[in-house]
């Protein structure tokens, strides 16, 4: 068990009054509480998407270790900030874009394309309003995740499917009739063959 004392000395009685209180449960919960909020941080700083939370202010409550890596920020850079606060003019508006749609909506999906040096990504962002106990909002959930790689590969399968439509219509409908001899071919793309 653990014990919380308080104690007042009585000088002039040559005594002091204490009193104890069992903390054990209370130190117990604040032990757990401590580990699922590292178990938590520790699932969002390795998933693979961008996690903010602002509260209705606007003010950065939370922020994972991709999201302040992607912005060369820390968190401590962020938390306790609005957008506009910590980041240049045009990212702060990409951040804050359809935050008041998401709020009246209770969830928003927005497609964003962040230029981050010479190379623009594209994110998937799905903000969500985080309720209270009464069902009132009292923050804003983002979760970003970056979809450029799939969209480059549809890309480039519509753009091999229309190469493929085009060369096919080059090649002779039928093999040429030569007595003596079969004639057969085909034609694979070279990207499809590996």
């Known amino acids: 068990h653990t014990l919380e004392w308080l104690a007042r000395p009585a000088p002039e009685d040559g005594v002091i009054y204490a009193v104890a209180r069992d903390a054990t449960e209370r130190i117990r919960v604040e032990r757990r509480l401590e580990m699922r909020e590292k178990r938590e941080r520790a699932i969002l700083d390795n998933t693979p998407s961008l996690i903010r939370v602002k509260d209705l202010e606007g003010r950065y409550e939370f922020v994972n270790q991709l999201f302040a890596t992607t912005f060369g920020v820390t968190p401590e850079d962020v ?44 994110y998937l962002t799905t903000k969500v309003p985080l309720m209270d106990h009464r069902g009132v909002p009292y923050a804003l959930a983002s979760v970003s995740t970056d979809i450029s790689d799939e969209l480059a590969a549809r890309e480039a399968d519509q753009q091999l499917f229309i190469a493929e439509a085009v060369q096919s219509k080059l090649y002779p409908a039928r093999p040429p009739q030569l007595p ?12 499809r063959l590996c």
């Open 180 to 191: 003596g001899f079969d004639v057969a071919g085909s034609a694979r793309p070279a990207a």
């Open 79 to 122: 938390v306790g900030k609005t957008p506009h606060e910590a980041f240049p003019r045009a990212i702060a508006d990409l951040l804050t874009r359809e935050d008041g749609q998401a709020a009246a909506t209770r969830s928003t999906v927005v497609h964003d394309v962040v230029l981050f040096g010479d190379e623009p990504r594209t």
